[in-house]
């Protein structure tokens, strides 16, 4: 489980989050939608830990533990993942590579063995399969020349081989066409089961007709600032984030 | 990359005393009186029990230095060395080994700390003949042992330290000696010219691929000993060669020369691959001690299709100022560059390549990658050029340099100078830093701070490892994890 609470962050002097609270239960797929500036992103990134956040106030718990006291790395290991918005190429690191070491990494960090290269090999195959990874995009350096669409489906791909407790998918849908939306969307749904949660970030409506929210949150101005559930989504594609705007300020 | 793996595991074993091989051995030592003069010079010469040509050599290449002036167009600041407060020869005060039993038990147990296996029985075991290595490991003054030297024989490549060669085989070290590198080159060069004292002498004769992999292991051990080693290869027609050389040496608070000659010659068809792993002291986090590393190595394609090939992998020295060249001689004749440097804390970094293109069709390839994190300073300085007679010379030049923090430099200076229209040189130069988003994007998988690190520069640096040797390619890529820890905040 996770809870966010009392949440004030800022980032050069600007405060983006203004004592945010939010409860995501084991197994329940959350959706965070809002206008552009709502602090949906540093949400994300404050979550997963990145240094430019100065966080002022509040806690974030997963299971009970602090992550705020942790270090990103530790926070993975303790099962958070963040699907980027925008993944980062790693030139001459070959994908495999990247994987390998992310994924012993994590086991090392949990007091765990390290994964044998036939297993490896056996579980990347299988999860490549199912999100329709060519053998030869494993072959090359991490995101370098991928497609907008090719490297949302590396980081699903990530997700599914470390197979975290809580996913943070931050605007997995942008540049993303139908036919690569449905793939991602079946990704994400073939990993939601029992115990792990979604916190799903999106500006639009057609990602939950894919991955379908038990919950929906408007965002704004750093602050939830409704919550319902799955027709809450519908509703706000008919009107837009107007009143919410208004609401907020 | 399956040593990645062991880069990390390697990275996160170590404490903060990065440099491992900071040790000293403990041992009498015979040197010459400090300071330079011709007595000295005479001296060194003598105990190697030289020919006179060779004396006179000597002499007249000291004399020549005292001439000249210490170049200082590189880019690297240091207080002046004080030639005359330096030892110029030191050598263990046993007697020459003959055999590996007669070796100080001091100096070999040094070899083993180091991995560098001098007993060949223990090198036989469980080692694939095609993964054997032939050591001469040279001990600040003096070679103190070489081995396989017998099986090498049998395919008629000799391989022995040069003074002993200057002893067996005088004509053929005479015909080729200082004809790469001449003795009035540079200040370090004539330096060296004068009072070399040991060095590697490798001849592969016509039509001979060598058996194994050679491999020279220098360690400066005294404490304000000049190392000036001397190295020879020459690769008759048709023949092929794949050398590699190691350097270490002990923590000292005062800094140490290092002022080597490396000449290969490759006639037709003959192919000389040298690679070279540098790890000699640094220096510490604020830049006292460390080695002076002024090197002068050059290659000359002297046959008609010879192919001279270089890979550094450098990341030791205070002061690096080397510039491992090629003489594209031959027509058809190739060289190529491939280098990583790497510099970190204070280190100044003054490396890069030229490639003279003489003969017609003649090409050369430089792929450079240079590494700045701490507070250093790494600059590239290469020339391409091309003789009026050099139809058709091509050279491909990739310069990308890595930053790592913001207290770090990096320069690239190229020079190119074409006299033939025919010729066509292309250059191509990057500049990046380790992104701070690259960074947390592999946090957020799970790696730390070091692991990310040596992860992306060992992507960065993977063209270049490529061309290594494996065992070196794995030895290397674990050198620059360890010395670029502690560089990321």
């Known amino acids: 489980m996770l809870e966010i609470k009392n949440l004030v962050v800022q980032i050069e002097d600007n405060r983006i989050l203004n004592g945010l609270n939010l409860t995501v239960n084991d197994g329940e797929v959350a959706a965070i939608m809002g206008p552009n500036g709502s602090g949906k992103s540093t949400l994300s990134y404050v979550i997963a830990g990145k240094e430019d956040y100065e966080v002022l106030d509040g806690e974030i718990l997963l299971d009970g533990n602090n992550v705020l006291e942790m270090s990103p790395d530790e926070r993975a290991a303790a099962g958070l993942f963040l699907a980027f918005q925008y993944p980062l190429e790693i030139p001459g690191v070959g994908t495999m590579t ?17 994964i044998s290269t036939p297993d490896f090999i056996r579980k990347v195959n299988a999860a490549a399969d199912k999100l329709e990874i060519e053998k030869d995009m494993l072959k090359r350096a991490l995101n370098v020349g991928f497609s907008g669409g090719e490297k949302k489906r590396m980081e699903i791909l990530q997700m599914a081989l470390l197979e975290p407790k809580f996913c943070v998918l931050d605007e997995t849908d942008s540049g993303l066409d139908i036919d690569a939306l449905r793939i991602v969307s079946e990704g994400v749904n073939a990993l939601r089961a029992q115990g792990r949660s979604f916190l799903v970030i999106t500006h639009y409506q057609r990602l939950l007709d894919h991955i379908v929210p038990d919950t929906v949150h408007v965002m704004s101005k750093g602050l939830i600032v409704k919550t319902g559930g799955k027709e809450l989504a519908l509703e706000l594609e008919k009107s837009g984030y107007a009143d919410y705007r208004s609401e907020a300020a | 990359m399956p040593a990645v793996q062991e880069t990390i ?22 040197k010459s009186v400090r300071g330079l003069s011709e007595d000295v010079v005479r001296f060194i010469s003598a105990k190697k029990d030289e020919p006179e040509w060779m004396l006179e050599w000597r002499l007249d290449a000291y004399r020549r230095w005292l001439t000249m002036q210490e170049p200082d167009w590189a880019r690297v600041s240091y207080d002046k060395i004080d030639y005359n407060n330096l030892y110029y020869y030191a050598a263990p005060k046993r007697p020459a080994a003959l055999s590996l039993d007669e070796i100080d038990p001091e100096i070999l147990k040094t070899y083993e700390k180091l991995g560098i296996p001098l007993r060949e029985v223990e090198v036989l075991e469980g080692i694939a003949p095609e993964r054997r290595v032939a050591v001469d490991a040279v001990f600040d003054s003096v070679s103190v042992a070489t081995t396989f030297k017998k099986e090498l024989s049998k395919a008629g490549v000799i391989f022995m330290p040069i003074s002993e060669a200057l002893r067996e085989y005088p004509d053929l070290v005479r015909k080729y000696l200082g004809t790469v590198v001449p003795v009035t080159d540079n ?48 690769a008759d027609k048709g023949s092929y060669v794949s050398y590699l050389e190691g350097c270490t040496a002990p923590k000292r608070d005062d800094n140490q020369l290092h002022a080597a000659v490396v000449e290969l010659v490759a006639l037709d068809d003959a192919e000389i691959k040298y690679s070279t792993v540098q790890n000699w002291y640094p220096g510490d986090n604020e830049g006292k001690g460390g080695i002076y590393n002024f090197v002068t190595k050059r290659g000359d394609c002297r046959g008609a299709r010879s192919k001279i090939s270089w890979t550094q992998v450098e990341t030791g020295s205070a002061i690096t100022w080397k510039y491992p060249s090629c003489i594209l001689r031959g027509d058809d004749s190739r060289g190529e560059f491939y280098s990583i440097a790497v510099s970190n804390g204070m280190q100044q970094v003054d490396s890069g390549t030229k490639m003279i293109h003489l003969g017609k069709n003649t090409s050369s390839r430089i792929i450079s990658k240079g590494i700045s994190a701490g507070r250093s300073q790494n600059t590239y300085r290469g020339l391409v050029s091309a003789h009026k007679k050099a139809k058709n010379a091509r050279n491909f030049t990739n310069c990308d340099s890595l930053l790592i923090g913001d207290q770090c430099g990096a320069h690239t200076v190229p020079y190119i100078e074409s006299k033939n229209a025919s010729a ?24 730390s701070n070091e692991e990310a690190t040596a992860l992306i520069v060992n992507g960065f640096v993977r063209d270049v490892l490529q061309q290594l040797p494996m065992e070196f390619a794995v030895e290397a890529q674990k050198l620059i994890s360890i010395s670029l820890e502690g560089s990321v905040g």
């Open chain 2, 187 to 234: 200040f370090f060069a004539t330096l060296n010219s004068a009072v070399f004292s040991d060095g590697s002498f490798v001849y592969i004769p016509p039509g001979v691929r060598c058996p194994m992999e050679l491999s020279t292991y220098f360690r400066i051990n005294e404490r304000d000993t000049g190392q000036f080693e001397r190295t020879l290869i020459i």
């Open chain 1, 98 to 114: 990247f994987l390998k070491a992310c994924i012993n990494a994590q086991r090392r960090a949990r007091g765990e063995g390290e």
């Open chain 2, 9 to 30: 595991d390697r990275v996160r074993s170590i404490d903060l005393d990065q440099y491992k091989y900071g040790f000293e051995t403990v041992i009498e030592m015979e």
């Open chain 2, 424 to 447: 066509v040189f292309e250059h191509e130069a990057t500049t990046s830093k380790i992104s701070e988003d690259q960074m947390f994007y592999c946090q957020q998988r799970g790696l």
